[in-house]
């Protein structure tokens, strides 16, 4: 076993087994990914604690806690096929491409996309599409999806995102003020939407006609 497979393995007993994330498809998903890969080389001897970390141009890969939360609650099956808003770094992509059939990732940050495409590509995933767009109105042509993750703060439930969800589907989102929101599970059963709140949580900002604007001065509102 490798330094990083032992670090990994402390990771998910310590900071989402410990935590109550129970899915083993999950926990195994969580295990398996070299989330070091997704982070700047020089935060290598980082990309196991507790917390999240630059990715460059602002953004950052989100806690490996929160990872695994979101992707329990969006309970990816085998068969399905899921949308992404917000690539990253593409470690969440990695984890959603794991455990369904098909992954759709929207940035809207071009070197982000590009770099986070090259690495899934290298590290061997064929059932992901990545975009650069405004993820806020979703990626009408390719739905409905049975799950779909925003890993960017939301001042409200974009529409799109909700017509874009299949029968049975869940949308996962952080929902609230730019500086904290509520980890929000919303799901559409006969076409009625049920939504849950969960735990509080900081994301960055999606920004986008559904989402935030963005200030000339880099600052949204
Ligand atoms: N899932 C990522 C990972 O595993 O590294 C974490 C991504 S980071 C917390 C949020 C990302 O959302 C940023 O890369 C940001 O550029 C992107 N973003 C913000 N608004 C967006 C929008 N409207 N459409 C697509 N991406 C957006």
């Known amino acids: 076993m490798t330094d990083y497979e032992r670090q990994r393995q402390r990771m998910v007993e310590r900071q989402i087994l410990k935590r109550g994330v129970r899915s083993h498809r999950v926990l195994a998903a969580m295990e398996k990914i070299p989330r070091h890969r997704f982070v700047p080389e020089d935060s ?9 970390l630059s990715i460059g141009k602002g953004q950052t890969i989100s806690q490996p806690y929160m990872v695994a939360l979101m992707t329990e609650c969006a309970a990816p099956e085998p068969d399905d096929r899921v949308l992404e808003v917000g690539t990253g770094s593409g470690y969440q992509t990695a984890i959603l491409a794991e455990l ?10 071009p070197e982000l996309a590009e770099r986070a495409e090259g690495l899934l590509s290298r590290l061997g995933y064929e059932n992901v599409s990545i975009r650069v767009g405004d993820g806020s109105e979703g990626w009408r042509e390719k739905a409905p999806f049975d799950a779909i993750i925003v890993t960017a703060g939301a001042p409200e439930l ?46 960055v900002p999606l920004i986008g006609t559904f989402g935030w604007e963005e200030k000339p001065s880099g600052r949204h509102s």
Do not use: M, W
């Open 158 to 203: 974009p529409d799109p995102l909700v017509e874009q969800l299949a029968e049975g589907g869940r949308l996962v989102i952080p929902i609230g003020s730019a500086h904290h929101q509520t980890l929000c599970t919303v799901k559409k059963e006969r076409n009625k939407i049920q939504r849950e709140e969960g735990t509080g949580c900081v994301f």
């Open 44 to 52: 290598y001897g980082h990309a196991y604690e507790d917390s999240p």
């Open 100 to 109: 369904a059939r098909e992954v759709y990732s929207l940035e809207r940050i």
